[in-house]
């Protein structure tokens, strides 16, 4: 059996461009479903599938292993810089979907089998739609509110919101007032069983991720979310050290050392790899198996397209830290039309059943598809006051 192509399929999903990746072979009709979808840099990451397409081709798929180390290895530069992650992210995810197809077994079979019956599922406030969850003033508590009693409404026990304004290194009491009464009406809204999540972005520096920490620390929040940039990985754990509230990052972590060294420092009590970015579901297992040995939960970042979902959920059904999934639903209204997915869906409560579908339990409708071709994704910036350029 034989690698014979390599090919990407670009849907434009309005904030973002889901890089949908196909592994073909020389056997009729089986071939793997990846993505490689890394918003703002779709052009870059299908180059380098074309890059790294020649590594691969007339390769054995079932050398799972042997072909990750091939395209981390090989060309001289490891493989852990965003777009190349991405990249072999894409490609290792269809080459599990593809191993599932050969042995006519869900992923989660690969891997050892199910361990849980369920996945609990959380969704962005307005459920993805980039206005509500991007562009929502924080200083509008009650459109925060009324967003997160919506989520409830629609079957979530969980929600995440982005409730910290954009701060420079050093700011005064305003911006953590206005992060406090966005997060008081929502817990007022929805009440104490509803697991609220605040994502920082990684906007805040050191002192004020830890001011704002502080400060939402009586609100008893599920996870607050990357408090800082994650390549100040002892001011994270200076930061989780200081309050009760779980600390969650992982998402811009594209290597396994990147992660050993944010576990050994204590830097987060959620790990959030993103299987689009960390080198796939092979470096995203071994992630996992680190996170266990310092006793973190797995919540995997998943902001993007239906096969990222799929994977992401797939994993969860093999890894005993995994505690809940990022998922989105209201990116674009035709989500449902490009991928048949075979994971179940319980609206109440938001879970997620495991399949019994080989591989990743997905079909992508190419045809569908093709009506959203690439188009440059829409721009989001963020400035200070002053004209000078934030962190997004
Ligand atoms: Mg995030």
Same mark, same amino acid.
């Not at 721009?379 to 000078?388: A, C, L």
């Given at each position: 059996?034989?690698? +014979?192509?390599?090919?990407?399929?670009? %849907?434009?999903?309005?904030?973002?461009?889901?890089?949908?990746?196909?592994?073909?072979?020389?056997?009729?009709?089986?071939?793997?479903?990846?993505?490689?979808?890394?918003?703002?840099?779709?052009?870059?990451?299908?180059?380098?599938?074309?890059? *790294?397409?020649?590594?691969?081709?007339?390769?054995?798929?079932?050398?799972?292993?042997?072909?990750?180390?091939?395209?981390? =290895?090989?060309?001289?530069?490891?493989?852990?810089?965003?777009?190349?992650? +991405?990249?072999?992210?894409?490609?290792?995810?269809?080459?599990?979907?593809?191993?599932?197809?050969?042995?006519?077994?869900? %992923?989660?079979?690969?891997?050892?089998?199910?361990? =849980?019956?369920?996945?609990?599922?959380?969704?962005?406030?307005?459920?993805?739609?980039?206005?509500?969850?991007?562009?929502?003033?924080?200083?509008?508590?009650? =459109?925060?509110?009324?967003?997160?009693?919506?989520?409830?409404?629609?079957?979530?026990?969980?929600?995440?919101?982005?409730?910290?304004?954009?701060?420079?290194?050093?700011?005064?009491?305003?911006?953590?007032?206005?992060?406090?009464? /966005?997060?008081?009406?929502?817990?007022?809204?929805?009440?104490?069983?509803?697991?609220?999540?605040?994502?920082?972005?990684?906007?805040? $520096?050191? =002192?004020?991720?830890?001011?704002?920490?502080?400060?939402?620390?009586?609100?008893?929040?599920?996870?607050?979310?990357?408090?800082?940039?994650?390549?100040?990985?002892?001011?994270?754990?200076?930061?989780?050290?200081?309050?009760? +509230?779980?600390?969650? +990052?992982?998402?811009?972590?594209? $290597?396994?050392?990147?992660?050993?060294?944010?576990?050994?420092?204590?830097?987060?009590?959620? %790990?959030?790899?993103?299987?689009?970015?960390?080198?796939? *579901? !092979?470096?995203? @297992?071994?992630?996992?198996?680190?996170?266990?040995?310092?006793?973190?939960?797995?919540?995997?970042?998943?902001?993007?397209?239906?096969?990222?979902? /799929?994977?992401?959920?797939?994993?969860?059904?093999?890894?005993?830290?995994?505690?809940?999934?990022? !998922?989105?639903?209201?990116?674009?209204?035709?989500?449902?039309?490009?991928?048949?997915?075979?994971?179940?869906?319980?609206?109440?409560?938001?879970?997620? *059943?495991?399949?019994?579908?080989?591989?990743?339990?997905?079909?992508?409708?190419?045809?569908?598809?093709?009506?959203?071709?690439?188009?440059?994704?829409?721009?989001? @910036?963020?400035?200070?006051?002053?004209?000078?350029?934030?962190?997004?």
């Amino acid at each position: 059996m034989k690698i +014979t192509a390599i090919e990407t399929l670009v %849907c434009n999903a309005r904030m973002r461009n889901w890089v949908f990746v196909k592994v073909v072979t020389d056997q009729p009709g089986l071939v793997g479903w990846g993505e490689a979808t890394l918003e703002w840099h779709t052009r870059g990451v299908v180059s380098s599938i074309e890059d *790294l397409a020649p590594l691969l081709i007339g390769e054995d798929p079932r050398r799972i292993e042997y072909l990750w180390q091939m395209m981390f =290895r090989q060309h001289f530069w490891h493989g852990h810089g965003i777009v190349r992650s +991405t990249a072999i992210s894409g490609i290792d995810i269809a080459l599990w979907d593809l191993l599932g197809k050969i042995h006519g077994v869900p %992923c989660s079979q690969l891997w050892g089998g199910p361990v =849980r019956d369920w996945i609990r599922t959380y969704c962005h406030l307005g459920g993805g739609k980039m206005e509500d969850f991007y562009e929502t003033s924080v200083e509008d508590a009650q =459109r925060f509110a009324d967003l997160a009693v919506q989520a409830v409404e629609e079957g979530f026990t969980a929600f995440k919101c982005m409730a910290v304004p954009p701060t420079r290194p050093v700011e005064g009491l305003q911006p953590i007032r206005t992060a406090e009464r /966005a997060v008081a009406a929502m817990r007022e809204a929805v009440g104490d069983a509803i697991d609220i999540m605040v994502d920082c972005h990684a906007r805040p $520096s050191p =002192r004020m991720g830890l001011k704002f920490a502080q400060a939402l620390e009586p609100y008893g929040l599920y996870f607050f979310e990357e408090p800082c940039w994650p390549e100040h990985v002892s001011a994270l754990a200076e930061i989780r050290n200081a309050v009760a +509230t779980p600390i969650a +990052t992982g998402e811009r972590i594209t $290597s396994i050392e990147g992660f050993r060294d944010l576990f050994a420092a204590g830097g987060c009590d959620v %790990c959030q790899f993103d299987v689009t970015h960390c080198g796939g *579901l !092979t470096a995203a @297992r071994r992630i996992s198996a680190m996170a266990e040995a310092w006793g973190l939960g797995l919540a995997p970042h998943n902001p993007q397209g239906p096969v990222s979902t /799929a994977a992401s959920l797939e994993l969860g059904f093999a890894q005993p830290g995994y505690i809940i999934c990022e !998922t989105v639903h209201a990116d674009v209204p035709w989500r449902q039309d490009v991928v048949q997915e075979s994971h179940q869906r319980k609206q109440d409560g938001r879970l997620v *059943l495991p399949h019994t579908a080989p591989g990743l339990g997905i079909e992508i409708n190419e045809q569908e598809v093709r009506k959203h071709p690439f188009e440059q994704e829409l721009p989001q @910036r963020v400035y200070y006051p002053d004209g000078s350029i934030g962190d997004w």
